[in-house]
Protein backbone atom coordinates (compact mmCIF):
# COMPACT_ATOMS: atom_id res chain seq x y z
CA UNK A 1 0.00 0.00 0.00
CA UNK A 2 1.46 3.28 -1.14
CA UNK A 3 1.48 6.26 1.64
CA UNK A 4 1.93 9.86 0.94
CA UNK A 5 2.34 11.76 3.96
CA UNK A 6 2.97 15.83 3.19
CA UNK A 7 4.12 18.17 5.77
CA UNK A 8 5.68 21.98 5.87
CA UNK A 9 2.54 24.05 5.51
CA UNK A 10 1.31 26.80 7.45
CA UNK A 11 0.65 30.66 7.56
CA UNK A 12 2.73 32.94 6.10
CA UNK A 13 2.99 36.25 4.75
CA UNK A 14 3.11 37.35 1.64
CA UNK A 15 6.46 37.59 0.33
CA UNK A 16 7.81 34.69 2.28
CA UNK A 17 8.57 31.37 1.61
CA UNK A 18 7.39 27.73 2.52
CA UNK A 19 9.09 24.58 1.76
CA UNK A 20 6.55 21.44 1.61
CA UNK A 21 7.81 17.94 1.95
CA UNK A 22 6.75 14.34 1.10
CA UNK A 23 7.73 10.98 2.34
CA UNK A 24 6.05 8.22 0.19
CA UNK A 25 6.51 4.56 1.39
CA UNK A 26 4.63 1.19 0.02
CA UNK A 27 6.42 0.73 -3.32
CA UNK A 28 9.91 1.42 -5.62
CA UNK A 29 9.61 5.72 -5.30
CA UNK A 30 12.71 6.14 -8.16
CA UNK A 31 10.04 4.27 -10.50
CA UNK A 32 7.72 6.78 -10.83
CA UNK A 33 7.16 10.56 -11.77
CA UNK A 34 5.85 12.84 -8.96
CA UNK A 35 3.46 16.21 -8.44
CA UNK A 36 2.07 18.91 -6.28
CA UNK A 37 -1.35 19.98 -6.84
CA UNK A 38 -3.54 22.52 -5.05
CA UNK A 39 -6.96 23.27 -4.01
CA UNK A 40 -8.43 26.50 -3.27
CA UNK A 41 -11.46 27.10 -1.33
CA UNK A 42 -14.40 26.93 -3.89
CA UNK A 43 -11.80 25.85 -6.95
CA UNK A 44 -11.52 22.80 -8.56
CA UNK A 45 -7.79 20.99 -7.47
CA UNK A 46 -5.01 22.02 -9.71
CA UNK A 47 -1.50 21.26 -11.23
CA UNK A 48 1.26 23.10 -9.74
CA UNK A 49 4.52 21.18 -10.20
CA UNK A 50 5.60 17.67 -11.54
CA UNK A 51 9.21 15.77 -11.57
CA UNK A 52 10.16 12.79 -13.43
CA UNK A 53 11.55 9.51 -11.55
CA UNK A 54 14.97 10.52 -12.15
CA UNK A 55 14.10 14.38 -11.83
CA UNK A 56 15.63 15.22 -14.73
CA UNK A 57 12.29 16.62 -16.21
CA UNK A 58 10.15 19.09 -14.19
CA UNK A 59 7.21 21.20 -14.97
CA UNK A 60 5.48 23.70 -13.57
CA UNK A 61 2.00 25.93 -13.63
CA UNK A 62 2.43 29.30 -15.71
CA UNK A 63 1.19 30.66 -12.38
CA UNK A 64 4.27 29.19 -9.99
CA UNK A 65 7.20 29.46 -12.59
CA UNK A 66 9.77 31.06 -11.21
CA UNK A 67 8.87 31.02 -7.65
CA UNK A 68 8.51 27.31 -6.35
CA UNK A 69 10.95 24.51 -7.20
CA UNK A 70 10.26 20.71 -7.16
CA UNK A 71 12.69 18.44 -6.32
CA UNK A 72 13.17 14.91 -5.40
CA UNK A 73 15.62 12.75 -3.36
CA UNK A 74 15.51 9.28 -4.49
CA UNK A 75 17.06 8.25 -1.47
CA UNK A 76 15.29 9.27 1.34
CA UNK A 77 11.98 8.41 -1.11
CA UNK A 78 10.53 12.11 -0.75
CA UNK A 79 9.88 15.00 -3.06
CA UNK A 80 9.52 18.53 -1.98
CA UNK A 81 8.58 21.85 -3.32
CA UNK A 82 10.37 25.17 -2.43
CA UNK A 83 7.58 28.28 -2.80
CA UNK A 84 9.09 31.62 -2.68
CA UNK A 85 7.72 34.99 -3.09
CA UNK A 86 4.31 33.59 -1.94
CA UNK A 87 0.95 35.28 -2.48
CA UNK A 88 -2.72 35.37 -1.18
CA UNK A 89 -3.74 33.44 -4.19
CA UNK A 90 -1.42 30.44 -3.32
CA UNK A 91 -3.73 29.83 -0.38
CA UNK A 92 -4.82 26.48 -0.85
CA UNK A 93 -4.39 23.11 0.64
CA UNK A 94 -1.49 21.50 -1.37
CA UNK A 95 -1.50 17.71 -2.28
CA UNK A 96 1.74 15.16 -2.66
CA UNK A 97 0.46 12.43 -5.75
CA UNK A 98 2.46 10.06 -7.68
CA UNK A 99 2.16 9.00 -11.32
CA UNK A 100 1.55 5.55 -12.30
CA UNK A 101 4.66 6.25 -15.50
CA UNK A 102 7.70 7.66 -14.76
CA UNK A 103 6.44 10.86 -15.68
CA UNK A 104 4.71 13.50 -14.02
CA UNK A 105 1.78 14.99 -16.41
CA UNK A 106 -0.57 17.53 -15.52
CA UNK A 107 -3.13 15.50 -15.55
CA UNK A 108 -4.32 13.91 -12.23
CA UNK A 109 -5.77 11.45 -13.65
CA UNK A 110 -2.54 9.61 -14.46
CA UNK A 111 -1.99 9.56 -10.40
CA UNK A 112 -3.16 6.85 -8.88
CA UNK A 113 -1.89 7.81 -5.37
CA UNK A 114 -2.43 11.03 -2.82
CA UNK A 115 -1.44 12.53 0.40
CA UNK A 116 -3.74 13.86 2.46
CA UNK A 117 -3.10 17.36 1.89
CA UNK A 118 -1.58 20.29 4.00
CA UNK A 119 -2.80 23.83 4.00
CA UNK A 120 -1.10 26.72 3.22
CA UNK A 121 -2.28 30.30 4.21
CA UNK A 122 -0.72 33.38 2.54
CA UNK A 123 -1.75 36.53 4.43
CA UNK A 124 -1.88 39.40 2.76
Known amino acids: QVQLVESGGGLVQAGGSLRLSCAASGRTFYTYGMG ?17 RSGGTTSYADSVKGRFTISRDNAKNTVSLEMNSLKPEDTAVYYCAQHGTGWATQDERGYGYWGQGTQVTVSS
Do not use: C, L, T, Y
Not at 36 to 52: D, L, M, N, T, Y
Open 36 to 52: WFRQAPGKEREFVAGIS
